[in-house]
T-cell receptor, first 113, second 114 residues
Framework: GENVEQHPSTLSVQEGDSAVIKCTYS??????FPWYKQELGKRPQLIID?????GEKKDQRIAVTLNKTAKHFSLHITETQPEDSAVYFC????????????FGPGTSLSVIP | EAGVAQSPRYKIIEKRQSVAFWCNPI?????LYWYQQILGQGPKLLIQ????????DSQLPKDRFSAERLKGVDSTLKIQPAKLEDSAVYLC????????????FGPGTRLTVT
Protein backbone atom coordinates (compact mmCIF):
# COMPACT_ATOMS: atom_id res chain seq x y z
CA GLY A 1 0.00 0.00 0.00
CA GLU A 2 0.97 3.66 0.05
CA ASN A 3 3.86 4.54 2.34
CA VAL A 4 5.82 7.65 3.33
CA GLU A 5 9.22 7.32 4.94
CA GLN A 6 10.96 10.14 6.77
CA HIS A 7 14.55 10.68 7.92
CA PRO A 8 16.05 11.36 10.35
CA SER A 9 13.72 10.46 13.19
CA THR A 10 15.52 12.90 15.49
CA LEU A 11 17.66 15.91 14.65
CA SER A 12 19.56 18.31 16.87
CA VAL A 13 21.07 21.50 15.51
CA GLN A 14 22.68 24.58 16.99
CA GLU A 15 20.67 27.77 16.84
CA GLY A 16 21.39 29.55 13.57
CA ASP A 17 22.33 26.39 11.69
CA SER A 18 20.22 24.78 8.97
CA ALA A 19 18.07 21.68 9.33
CA VAL A 20 17.08 19.30 6.55
CA ILE A 21 14.43 16.59 6.75
CA LYS A 22 13.94 14.13 3.91
CA CYS A 23 10.93 12.07 2.87
CA THR A 24 10.27 9.43 0.26
CA TYR A 25 6.90 8.21 -0.96
CA SER A 26 5.79 5.08 -2.73
CA UNK A 27 2.66 6.16 -4.61
CA UNK A 28 3.75 7.64 -7.94
CA UNK A 29 0.28 9.18 -8.33
CA UNK A 30 0.89 11.49 -5.35
CA UNK A 31 0.77 15.11 -6.43
CA UNK A 32 0.55 17.15 -3.22
CA PHE A 33 3.13 17.21 -0.42
CA PRO A 34 2.40 19.15 2.78
CA TRP A 35 4.59 19.58 5.84
CA TYR A 36 3.08 19.87 9.30
CA LYS A 37 4.68 21.12 12.51
CA GLN A 38 3.48 19.71 15.82
CA GLU A 39 4.68 21.30 19.03
CA LEU A 40 4.55 19.26 22.20
CA GLY A 41 0.98 18.65 23.25
CA LYS A 42 -0.45 20.69 20.41
CA ARG A 43 -2.20 19.97 17.14
CA PRO A 44 -0.38 19.58 13.81
CA GLN A 45 -0.31 22.78 11.76
CA LEU A 46 0.52 23.18 8.09
CA ILE A 47 3.72 25.15 7.56
CA ILE A 48 4.34 24.75 3.83
CA ASP A 49 3.19 22.60 0.94
CA UNK A 50 4.21 21.89 -2.64
CA UNK A 51 2.42 20.49 -5.66
CA UNK A 52 3.87 18.13 -8.21
CA UNK A 53 4.15 20.75 -10.94
CA UNK A 54 6.63 22.74 -8.85
CA GLY A 55 10.19 21.76 -7.96
CA GLU A 56 10.81 24.17 -5.10
CA LYS A 57 8.90 26.54 -2.87
CA LYS A 58 10.14 29.01 -0.27
CA ASP A 59 8.49 30.86 2.57
CA GLN A 60 10.91 33.01 4.58
CA ARG A 61 13.24 30.57 6.39
CA ILE A 62 11.45 27.46 5.17
CA ALA A 63 11.79 25.80 1.79
CA VAL A 64 10.62 22.53 0.30
CA THR A 65 12.06 20.74 -2.71
CA LEU A 66 10.49 17.94 -4.71
CA ASN A 67 12.05 15.35 -7.00
CA LYS A 68 9.17 13.47 -8.61
CA THR A 69 11.42 11.14 -10.57
CA ALA A 70 13.11 9.91 -7.41
CA LYS A 71 9.89 10.22 -5.39
CA HIS A 72 11.42 12.23 -2.61
CA PHE A 73 10.96 15.67 -1.12
CA SER A 74 12.75 17.63 1.56
CA LEU A 75 12.15 20.38 4.09
CA HIS A 76 14.89 22.94 4.64
CA ILE A 77 14.87 25.30 7.60
CA THR A 78 17.56 27.98 7.62
CA GLU A 79 18.73 30.14 10.54
CA THR A 80 17.01 27.85 13.00
CA GLN A 81 15.57 29.29 16.21
CA PRO A 82 14.60 27.60 19.48
CA GLU A 83 10.92 28.01 18.58
CA ASP A 84 11.49 25.76 15.57
CA SER A 85 11.84 22.86 18.02
CA ALA A 86 8.93 20.51 17.32
CA VAL A 87 8.00 17.31 15.50
CA TYR A 88 7.73 17.75 11.75
CA PHE A 89 5.58 15.47 9.60
CA CYS A 90 5.75 15.17 5.86
CA UNK A 91 2.79 13.82 3.95
CA UNK A 92 1.83 12.80 0.46
CA UNK A 93 -1.58 12.95 -1.18
CA UNK A 94 -3.10 12.22 -4.55
CA UNK A 95 -6.07 13.75 -6.17
CA UNK A 96 -8.43 10.84 -6.36
CA UNK A 97 -12.08 10.71 -5.63
CA UNK A 98 -11.24 11.07 -1.96
CA UNK A 99 -7.84 12.85 -1.78
CA UNK A 100 -6.21 10.49 0.71
CA UNK A 101 -3.27 11.87 2.74
CA UNK A 102 -0.51 9.60 4.05
CA PHE A 103 1.71 10.96 6.83
CA GLY A 104 5.32 10.10 7.52
CA PRO A 105 6.42 8.97 11.02
CA GLY A 106 7.80 12.37 11.98
CA THR A 107 11.14 14.01 12.80
CA SER A 108 11.77 15.45 16.23
CA LEU A 109 13.83 18.61 15.75
CA SER A 110 15.65 20.18 18.68
CA VAL A 111 17.29 23.57 18.24
CA ILE A 112 19.94 24.14 20.90
CA PRO A 113 20.36 27.78 21.98
CA GLU B 1 -13.15 31.68 12.20
CA ALA B 2 -13.52 29.11 14.98
CA GLY B 3 -11.27 26.09 14.76
CA VAL B 4 -12.02 22.39 14.92
CA ALA B 5 -13.43 21.49 18.31
CA GLN B 6 -13.03 18.14 20.03
CA SER B 7 -14.19 16.71 23.33
CA PRO B 8 -13.25 15.36 25.70
CA ARG B 9 -9.59 16.38 25.74
CA TYR B 10 -8.56 13.49 27.95
CA LYS B 11 -10.12 10.14 28.76
CA ILE B 12 -8.96 7.25 30.88
CA ILE B 13 -10.84 3.95 30.67
CA GLU B 14 -10.24 0.32 31.47
CA LYS B 15 -9.86 -2.25 28.72
CA ARG B 16 -13.12 -3.68 27.44
CA GLN B 17 -14.95 -0.46 28.29
CA SER B 18 -16.52 1.80 25.69
CA VAL B 19 -15.65 5.39 24.82
CA ALA B 20 -16.92 8.04 22.43
CA PHE B 21 -15.24 11.13 21.03
CA TRP B 22 -16.93 14.13 19.49
CA CYS B 23 -15.74 16.50 16.78
CA ASN B 24 -17.19 19.72 15.43
CA PRO B 25 -15.40 20.81 12.24
CA ILE B 26 -14.93 24.32 10.96
CA UNK B 27 -18.21 25.65 9.63
CA UNK B 28 -18.64 24.93 5.95
CA UNK B 29 -15.92 22.28 5.77
CA UNK B 30 -17.22 19.36 3.77
CA UNK B 31 -14.49 16.84 4.51
CA LEU B 32 -13.87 15.44 7.99
CA TYR B 33 -11.12 13.06 9.07
CA TRP B 34 -10.44 11.00 12.16
CA TYR B 35 -6.82 10.09 12.80
CA GLN B 36 -5.16 7.93 15.41
CA GLN B 37 -1.76 9.18 16.55
CA ILE B 38 0.19 6.74 18.68
CA LEU B 39 3.02 8.29 20.69
CA GLY B 40 6.06 8.86 18.49
CA GLN B 41 4.24 8.18 15.23
CA GLY B 42 2.53 10.18 12.53
CA PRO B 43 -1.24 10.49 12.30
CA LYS B 44 -2.88 7.41 10.80
CA LEU B 45 -6.16 7.91 8.97
CA LEU B 46 -9.04 5.94 10.47
CA ILE B 47 -11.97 7.30 8.49
CA GLN B 48 -12.77 10.11 6.07
CA UNK B 49 -16.18 11.64 5.47
CA UNK B 50 -17.28 13.78 2.56
CA UNK B 51 -20.35 15.57 3.90
CA UNK B 52 -22.20 12.73 5.65
CA UNK B 53 -20.89 9.91 3.47
CA UNK B 54 -17.89 7.69 4.19
CA UNK B 55 -15.26 7.83 1.45
CA UNK B 56 -12.44 5.87 3.15
CA ASP B 57 -12.59 3.60 6.18
CA SER B 58 -10.06 1.04 5.00
CA GLN B 59 -7.93 1.36 8.16
CA LEU B 60 -10.78 1.50 10.65
CA PRO B 61 -10.89 -1.63 12.87
CA LYS B 62 -14.54 -2.15 12.22
CA ASP B 63 -14.94 -4.92 14.78
CA ARG B 64 -14.50 -2.33 17.54
CA PHE B 65 -14.46 1.15 16.02
CA SER B 66 -17.42 2.99 14.52
CA ALA B 67 -17.97 6.54 13.37
CA GLU B 68 -20.79 8.62 12.07
CA ARG B 69 -21.33 12.11 10.78
CA LEU B 70 -24.99 12.91 11.03
CA LYS B 71 -26.24 15.78 8.87
CA GLY B 72 -22.75 16.28 7.48
CA VAL B 73 -21.56 18.42 10.39
CA ASP B 74 -20.55 16.97 13.78
CA SER B 75 -19.01 13.55 14.03
CA THR B 76 -18.57 10.93 16.73
CA LEU B 77 -16.00 8.16 16.91
CA LYS B 78 -16.70 5.21 19.19
CA ILE B 79 -14.56 2.37 20.45
CA GLN B 80 -16.29 -0.68 21.88
CA PRO B 81 -14.65 -2.57 23.52
CA ALA B 82 -11.35 -0.77 24.02
CA LYS B 83 -7.99 -2.54 24.02
CA LEU B 84 -4.69 -1.45 25.56
CA GLU B 85 -3.27 -0.76 22.09
CA ASP B 86 -5.99 1.84 21.49
CA SER B 87 -4.15 4.24 23.79
CA ALA B 88 -3.36 7.18 21.54
CA VAL B 89 -4.37 10.71 20.64
CA TYR B 90 -7.42 10.82 18.39
CA LEU B 91 -7.28 13.78 16.08
CA CYS B 92 -10.15 15.19 14.11
CA UNK B 93 -9.42 17.36 11.08
CA UNK B 94 -11.51 19.11 8.47
CA UNK B 95 -10.98 20.51 5.00
CA UNK B 96 -13.06 23.04 3.19
CA UNK B 97 -13.58 21.38 -0.17
CA UNK B 98 -12.11 18.76 -2.39
CA UNK B 99 -9.10 19.99 -4.33
CA UNK B 100 -8.07 22.31 -1.49
CA UNK B 101 -5.82 20.10 0.53
CA UNK B 102 -5.05 21.98 3.72
CA UNK B 103 -6.41 20.14 6.72
CA UNK B 104 -7.16 21.93 9.97
CA PHE B 105 -6.67 19.80 13.04
CA GLY B 106 -8.50 19.86 16.32
CA PRO B 107 -6.66 19.69 19.68
CA GLY B 108 -7.17 15.94 19.91
CA THR B 109 -8.45 13.57 22.58
CA ARG B 110 -5.79 11.71 24.53
CA LEU B 111 -7.11 8.24 25.35
CA THR B 112 -5.44 6.04 27.92
CA VAL B 113 -6.63 2.45 28.22
CA THR B 114 -5.53 0.67 31.41
Amino acid sequence: GENVEQHPSTLSVQEGDSAVIKCTYSDSASNYFPWYKQELGKRPQLIIDIRSNVGEKKDQRIAVTLNKTAKHFSLHITETQPEDSAVYFCAAARSTSYDKVIFGPGTSLSVIP
Amino acid sequence: EAGVAQSPRYKIIEKRQSVAFWCNPISGHATLYWYQQILGQGPKLLIQFQNNGVVDDSQLPKDRFSAERLKGVDSTLKIQPAKLEDSAVYLCASRKERGRYEQYFGPGTRLTVT
